[in-house]
């Protein structure tokens, strides 16, 4: 059983330079989510998609867009990376909306 | 803006003694999960009480739910050294269904 499947596991990537994380999920999952963590601090949504098609912002999407274009895939995009965007981004998918969370195993991205 | 609160922020205890971490929110809730994230992996669900239980069993590890203190504890007994993790709570609230997490509680078990 896969789950949900992260990619790329970790990249180091220039300011300015655009950047698309991958997440793939095969529970057939209706909601799925993006969030990051950094040290010190829970979980923060950037994004999430209660719905093939349909997307939302979170607590924090400046600088971040994210497409919903079927079921499984849910790609998260880093327009203009900045340092600030240094993190831990974290997939993760729902049944429906509220009920309980599958991670994915996380992309460590660093900004230089 | 995260609701309420997770303490402690560290606990670290002998193995073999319990562990108790609290949850307080400020606002209704629809329900409210525990989770634990060993270091550098992602989270793992633990256990999802609703707003209208009060207690929730699963092996080791006891949550219980109190609406009219808008708080909720998770213990483990008996702890091991592997139970070392992160434990997070995240509520849902009534006036939407996305999670808000709390800052989580560091425990250390030592062996």
């Known amino acids: 059983i896969a789950g949900i499947t992260q990619a790329p596991t970790s990249q180091i990537l220039a300011a300015g330079r655009r950047m698309t994380l991958r997440c793939t999920q095969d529970?057939?999952?209706?909601?799925m989510y993006w969030y990051r963590q950094d040290l010190g601090l829970g979980l923060r949504l950037i994004h999430y998609?209660?719905?093939?098609?349909?997307?939302g912002k979170g607590e924090v999407p400046d600088g971040y867009s994210v497409s919903r274009a079927n079921t499984d895939d849910f790609p998260l995009t880093l327009a203009s990376a900045v340092p600030s965007q240094t993190s831990v981004y974290f997939c993760?998918?729902?049944?429906?909306?509220?009920?309980?969370?599958?991670f994915g195993e996380g992309s460590w991205l660093t900004v230089v | 803006s995260q609701q309420g609160e997770e303490d402690p922020q560290a606990l670290s205890i002998q193995e073999g003694e319990n562990a108790t971490m609290n949850c307080s929110y400020k606002?209704?809730?629809?329900?409210l999960q525990w989770y634990r994230q060993n270091s550098g992996r992602g989270l793992v669900h633990l256990i999802l009480?609703?707003?209208n239980e009060r207690e929730k069993h699963s092996g080791r590890l006891r949550v219980t739910l109190d609406t009219s203190k808008k708080s909720s504890s998770l213990l483990i007994t008996a702890s091991r050294a592997a139970d070392t993790a992160s434990y997070f709570c995240?509520?849902?609230?009534?006036?939407?269904?996305?999670?808000?997490w709390g800052a989580g509680t560091k425990l250390i078990i030592k062996p």
């Open positions: 009480i609703r707003s």
């Open positions: 529970m057939r999952h209706n909601a």
């Open positions: 606002t209704s809730i629809n329900n």
């Open positions: 998609s209660n719905t093939a098609g349909t997307t």
């Open positions: 993760a998918s729902s049944e429906s909306s509220g009920n309980t969370i599958y």
């Open positions: 995240a509520k849902t609230m009534d006036s939407n269904y996305q999670l808000i």
